[in-house]
């Protein structure tokens, strides 16, 4: 086996390309003047205010201070707890007609000092879901109430154990003797022991 030769093939030299912008040398167009690059001045704001411009300019003190007298918050005095109580009570009915009744029971048993409202409910989880519903609560509130002043909640779970207590025997026999005099006769008829 032998090897063959390497075999040389003549690379041919690169041929310039025509310059797509310039024209064939047989016809000279005069050539357009080619625009100076000059530094554009910033173009005016469409709105004619400027924020750069306001930063830069120093306010007069006459308008540092300004007076918004509508947004400044109410002082939590009484009428705001009297205008919160009706605002207490439209929101419960408004959540017993939204079939809410879980919140509208939270909303049962309230009393409203000032700009705070004590809720007393039963459980925990109502407690729980009062905390979840919270902001909405309060904007329904200040709509319904009008006032614009921050109010705060202040939630306690109040279990009611009288119905927990078990109840001896004794005790129902009692209470079914108040209700129907005739069961002692009964009792003794039968010759029963409780």
């Known amino acids: ?60 003190s006459q308008q540092k201070e300004v007076e918004v007298l509508e947004d400044q918050p109410d002082e939590p005095n009484e009428a705001v707890g009297q205008k919160l109580e009706a605002a207490c009570r439209a929101l419960e009915k408004q959540l017993a007609e939204m079939k809410r009744s879980r919140l509208a029971l939270a909303f049962a048993h309230t009393s409203v000092e000032r700009n705070c409202i004590r809720l007393a409910v039963p459980n925990e989880n109502l407690k729980k879901e009062v905390e979840h519903y919270m902001l909405d609560l309060k904007k329904q509130l200040v709509v319904l109430s009008g006032i614009r002043c921050p109010i705060e909640f202040d939630i306690r779970v109040e279990a009611d154990t009288s119905a927990a207590k078990p109840v001896s025997p004794e005790d129902r026999l009692k209470f079914l003797a108040a209700q129907n005099e005739h069961l002692a006769a009964f009792k003794k008829a039968l010759d029963l022991e409780f």
């Open 1 to 60: 086996m032998s090897e063959a030769p390497p075999v040389h093939v003549p690379i041919p030299k690169p041929e310039p390309v025509p310059d797509p912008v310039s024209e064939p040398e047989g016809s000279k167009a005069p050539a357009a003047p080619v625009p100076s690059v000059s530094p554009v001045p910033p173009a005016a704001p469409v709105s004619g205010f400027s924020l750069k411009d306001a930063l830069k300019a120093e306010v007069p």
